[in-house]
Each structure stands twice: as structure tokens, then as C-alpha cells.
């Protein structure tokens, strides 16, 4: 069964640093592309960041990049999420998601999607 | 403001058929990127309801279907029942953002 079981998330002041870990179990975990995705409660889904298998590739939105580092242990099978620089507006619950892909019709373009996702960590920013 | 446009809410009654829309534009679905919905249960993770606009994965009942047409995506749920009563997003990928991107959520209730 596949488990992803994220942990860190923590009150911490405005300028403040905090790492989130995200253990995965119930899979090859290295053979995974894998996403971090937070949620204001009550409001919608935002997608953070993602990092490749292998982890030589990441990208970031906008809004993290410079201040998140996201990252990936694949002997310990688990993902990492450095914040730093926090502000109010990271105030969130963190999910971790594995994302699996499919080819288009053309066979030469993948599609990704998230197909399990973690309960989430609470990150709250706050003087 | 999010990139793929939901409506607020949607409901109807049990046994009836609800659809539930998701707009992008010619940078995301338009651009034959697809459409993925997922159903968020209140205090729950989300869980993987639609990929690839029309695939449903094993464990998803049949009332639960995808469709895309040009910059817009479709969730239709028949049969209603009342676990149904959720949130649902649609998400897509965006070449001009380079991200992965997500509807503002749809609130079904079932009346």
C-alpha cells in the first residue's frame, strides 16, 4: 500500500526556517517524480514545487522560488521541503504527492498527475 | 485568482446528475495539456477522482466521469449520493507558468 507520511510543520516567526519531510513507503521510491503542494484551509489547492526522480531537476512557483529547496533522500525514501525566509502568506497545510505519467497521443509528450497524496503538515507563520 | 476557473458551488439532490466545470485557457488545456480532478473530503487529503480527462483509476465508481472540449474540462457525477458531498478541483499543467497549476475548488452539496 502506498503511504506518503509528511512531519515538520510547525509554528515559526515571520523570517523564520523549518524543514518538512515527507516518508514514503509501499513503493520504488526512486522511481518517482514528487510534489509538494499546500492549501490555506478552506481555500484552494497550490502546487510548490516538484523535483525529479533522480533528483537533478527542481522547479518552483514563483512565489517560493529563492526561499524553498525542495529535495529527496532516495535511500531513506523520503522527500524534504527547506523553507526559509518564511512569511505570513506560506501559512498552510503542506502535502506531499507522488506523481505518476502517461504519454499523449502523439507518444512523444508525458503527462503528469497526482495519484497519492499525504495527509498534510500545518505550517503556520506568525509572530 | 486561480489559473483554471470553477464555479463556487454546485448541488443537487440524490440520484440526480451534476456537472461541474473547469475553464483554462490556450497556455494550459488549451494547449493539449490535460485535465486531472481530484475529490477533497472536509479534513482529508485530496484523492485522485479523473487523470487524463476521461480515466477513471480502479476504485472510482463509474457515476464519476471526464470530459475536455478546447480551454475547458468537465467533471460529471450521476447518481449522487450523499458521500459524494465534497470539494472538487481540477488541475492541468501551464506552459507560460512552468507549473502545475489548479481550479479555485467546487463545493457539492447533495440536498
Request: aromatic fraction near 12%.
Amino acid at each position: 500500500e502506498v503511504q506518503l507520511v509528511e512531519s515538520g510543520g510547525d509554528l515559526v516567526q515571520p523570517g523564520g526556517s523549518l524543514r518538512l519531510s515527507c516518508a514514503a513507503s509501499g513503493f520504488t521510491f526512486s522511481g518517482y517524480w514528487m510534489h509538494w503542494v499546500r492549501q490555506v484551509p478552506g481555500k484552494e489547492l497550490v502546487w510548490v514545487s516538484r523535483i525529479n526522480s533522480d533528483g537533478s531537476t527542481t522547479t518552483y512557483a514563483d512565489s517560493v522560488k529563492g526561499r524553498f529547496t525542495i529535495s529527496r533522500d532516495n535511500a531513506k525514501s523520503t522527500l524534504y521541503l527547506q523553507m526559509n525566509s518564511l512569511r505570513a502568506e506560506d501559512t498552510a497545510v503542506y502535502y506531499c504527492a507522488r506523481v505518476s505519467y502517461y504519454y499523449d497521443s502523439s507518444g512523444l509528450s508525458a503527462r503528469y498527475y497526482f495519484d497519492y497524496w499525504g495527509q498534510g503538515t500545518l505550517v503556520t507563520v506568525s509572530s | 485568482q486561480s489559473v483554471l476557473t470553477q464555479p463556487p458551488s454546485v448541488s443537487g439532490a440524490p440520484g440526480q446528475r451534476v456537472i461541474i466545470s473547469c475553464t483554462g485557457n490556450t497556455s494550459n488545456i488549451g494547449a493539449g495539456y490535460d485535465a486531472h480532478w481530484y475529490q477533497q473530503l472536509p479534513g482529508t487529503a485530496p484523492k485522485l477522482l479523473i487523470y487524463g480527462n476521461t480515466n477513471r483509476p480502479s476504485g472510482v465508481p463509474d457515476r464519476f466521469s471526464g470530459s475536455k472540449s478546447g480551454t475547458s474540462a468537465s467533471l460529471a457525477i450521476t447518481g449522487l449520493q450523499a458521500e459524494d458531498e465534497s470539494d472538487y478541483y481540477c488541475q492541468s499543467y501551464d506552459s507560460s507558468l512552468s507549473g502545475w497549476v489548479f481550479g479555485g475548488g467546487t463545493k457539492l452539496t447533495v440536498l
